[in-house]
Protein backbone atom coordinates (compact mmCIF):
# COMPACT_ATOMS: atom_id res chain seq x y z
CA UNK A 1 0.00 0.00 0.00
CA UNK A 2 1.39 3.27 -0.46
CA UNK A 3 1.05 6.57 1.10
CA UNK A 4 -1.77 8.62 -0.48
CA UNK A 5 -4.20 10.85 1.33
CA UNK A 6 -6.32 9.31 3.87
CA UNK A 7 -4.28 6.97 4.87
CA UNK A 8 -3.39 6.27 8.30
CA UNK A 9 0.37 6.58 8.64
CA UNK A 10 2.79 5.44 11.54
CA UNK A 11 6.50 6.27 11.22
CA UNK A 12 9.45 6.28 13.01
CA UNK A 13 11.44 9.53 12.74
CA UNK A 14 14.63 11.15 14.37
CA UNK A 15 14.58 15.31 13.67
CA UNK A 16 17.66 16.84 13.92
CA UNK A 17 19.04 20.62 13.22
CA UNK A 18 21.59 21.68 10.92
CA UNK A 19 24.29 21.06 13.89
CA UNK A 20 23.35 17.46 14.28
CA UNK A 21 21.81 17.97 17.68
CA UNK A 22 18.07 15.84 17.91
CA UNK A 23 15.05 18.03 18.56
CA UNK A 24 12.47 15.30 18.98
CA UNK A 25 12.41 11.34 17.54
CA UNK A 26 10.09 8.59 17.92
CA UNK A 27 13.15 6.19 19.17
CA UNK A 28 12.20 4.41 22.57
CA UNK A 29 8.55 5.18 21.88
CA UNK A 30 5.62 4.58 19.98
CA UNK A 31 6.04 5.17 16.20
CA UNK A 32 3.88 8.70 15.03
CA UNK A 33 0.45 8.07 13.78
CA UNK A 34 -1.18 10.23 11.29
CA UNK A 35 -3.73 10.85 8.35
CA UNK A 36 -2.04 11.44 5.24
CA UNK A 37 -3.27 14.66 3.57
CA UNK A 38 -4.76 16.53 6.24
CA UNK A 39 -1.86 18.77 7.59
CA UNK A 40 -1.20 16.42 10.73
CA UNK A 41 2.66 17.10 10.09
CA UNK A 42 4.72 19.90 8.50
CA UNK A 43 4.21 20.03 4.46
CA UNK A 44 7.63 19.17 3.53
CA UNK A 45 7.77 16.06 5.49
CA UNK A 46 4.10 14.91 4.35
CA UNK A 47 5.18 15.74 0.80
CA UNK A 48 8.33 13.50 0.96
CA UNK A 49 6.21 10.88 2.38
CA UNK A 50 3.80 10.49 -0.62
CA UNK A 51 3.75 7.20 -2.74
CA UNK A 52 5.68 5.55 -0.06
CA UNK A 53 5.50 2.01 1.35
CA UNK A 54 5.93 0.21 4.46
CA UNK A 55 9.71 -0.38 5.25
CA UNK A 56 10.52 2.75 3.17
CA UNK A 57 13.52 4.70 4.83
CA UNK A 58 14.09 8.05 3.67
CA UNK A 59 16.57 11.69 4.93
CA UNK A 60 14.91 14.42 4.27
CA UNK A 61 16.05 18.28 4.47
CA UNK A 62 12.66 20.56 4.67
CA UNK A 63 12.93 24.30 4.58
CA UNK A 64 11.49 26.94 6.55
CA UNK A 65 8.95 27.88 4.04
CA UNK A 66 7.31 23.93 4.29
CA UNK A 67 8.07 23.62 7.90
CA UNK A 68 7.15 26.54 10.66
CA UNK A 69 7.58 29.30 8.17
CA UNK A 70 10.81 32.11 8.23
CA UNK A 71 10.97 33.49 11.64
CA UNK A 72 9.37 36.85 11.68
CA UNK A 73 10.45 40.41 13.70
CA UNK A 74 6.63 41.23 13.18
CA UNK A 75 5.72 38.38 16.13
CA UNK A 76 7.88 39.74 18.69
CA UNK A 77 6.87 42.27 21.30
CA UNK A 78 7.44 43.64 24.73
CA UNK A 79 4.74 43.96 27.07
CA UNK A 80 3.99 45.24 30.29
CA UNK A 81 4.18 42.80 33.20
CA UNK A 82 0.74 43.98 34.19
CA UNK A 83 -0.80 42.56 30.82
CA UNK A 84 -0.20 39.05 32.85
CA UNK A 85 -2.79 39.49 35.15
CA UNK A 86 -3.16 36.76 37.73
CA UNK A 87 0.55 34.96 36.97
CA UNK A 88 2.59 35.82 40.03
CA UNK A 89 5.85 34.23 39.05
CA UNK A 90 6.30 34.82 35.19
CA UNK A 91 9.64 33.12 33.96
CA UNK A 92 11.56 33.06 30.66
CA UNK A 93 10.06 29.97 28.30
CA UNK A 94 6.71 30.57 29.81
CA UNK A 95 3.68 29.90 27.22
CA UNK A 96 0.19 31.61 27.15
CA UNK A 97 -2.51 32.04 24.60
CA UNK A 98 -2.75 35.24 22.93
CA UNK A 99 -4.06 37.29 20.25
CA UNK A 100 -2.17 37.58 16.99
CA UNK A 101 -3.32 40.31 14.75
CA UNK A 102 -5.49 39.23 12.60
CA UNK A 103 -7.66 37.69 15.80
CA UNK A 104 -7.10 33.94 15.92
CA UNK A 105 -5.03 32.64 18.88
CA UNK A 106 -1.40 31.74 18.77
CA UNK A 107 1.04 30.62 21.56
CA UNK A 108 3.44 33.28 22.54
CA UNK A 109 6.57 32.88 24.56
CA UNK A 110 8.66 34.81 27.08
CA UNK A 111 12.04 35.54 25.56
CA UNK A 112 13.08 38.05 27.65
CA UNK A 113 12.23 40.01 31.39
CA UNK A 114 13.07 43.27 31.89
CA UNK A 115 11.91 44.98 35.13
CA UNK A 116 8.28 45.39 33.79
CA UNK A 117 9.07 44.88 30.14
CA UNK A 118 7.83 41.53 29.41
CA UNK A 119 9.42 39.87 25.55
CA UNK A 120 7.20 37.85 24.27
CA UNK A 121 7.65 35.91 20.60
CA UNK A 122 4.73 34.48 18.73
CA UNK A 123 6.99 32.57 16.23
CA UNK A 124 7.23 28.67 16.23
CA UNK A 125 10.56 27.53 18.46
CA UNK A 126 11.47 25.95 14.91
CA UNK A 127 10.45 28.80 12.66
CA UNK A 128 13.14 29.83 10.46
CA UNK A 129 15.27 26.48 11.45
CA UNK A 130 15.87 23.82 8.20
CA UNK A 131 14.82 20.94 9.82
CA UNK A 132 16.45 17.20 9.03
CA UNK A 133 14.30 14.08 9.15
CA UNK A 134 15.48 10.50 9.27
CA UNK A 135 12.19 8.84 8.83
CA UNK A 136 11.30 5.10 8.56
CA UNK A 137 7.68 4.18 7.38
CA UNK A 138 6.39 1.88 9.83
CA UNK A 139 2.72 0.68 8.53
CA UNK A 140 0.11 2.31 6.67
CA UNK A 141 -3.58 1.65 6.62
CA UNK A 142 -6.78 2.90 5.04
CA UNK A 143 -8.24 5.40 7.34
CA UNK A 144 -11.92 5.20 8.57
CA UNK A 145 -14.76 7.28 7.95
CA UNK A 146 -14.39 8.72 10.96
CA UNK A 147 -11.02 9.41 11.37
CA UNK A 148 -10.81 11.32 7.63
CA UNK A 149 -14.38 12.94 8.91
CA UNK A 150 -12.23 14.17 12.16
CA UNK A 151 -9.26 15.26 10.38
CA UNK A 152 -6.83 12.59 12.11
CA UNK A 153 -5.84 9.32 13.29
CA UNK A 154 -7.72 7.28 16.41
CA UNK A 155 -6.86 4.71 18.62
CA UNK A 156 -3.54 3.34 19.27
CA UNK A 157 -0.76 5.80 18.59
CA UNK A 158 -3.39 8.23 17.57
CA UNK A 159 -5.42 11.10 18.78
CA UNK A 160 -8.13 9.32 21.86
CA UNK A 161 -11.27 11.36 21.93
Known amino acids: MLIAANKAVSIDYTLTNDAGEVID ?61 GVDELEVGMQFHASAPDGQMQIVTIRDLDGDDVTVDGNHPLAGQRLNFQVKVVAIRDASQEEIAHGHVHGEGGHHH
Open 25 to 85: SSAGGAPLVYLHGAGNIIPGLEKALEGKTSGDELTVAVEPEDAYGEYSAELVSTLSRSMFE
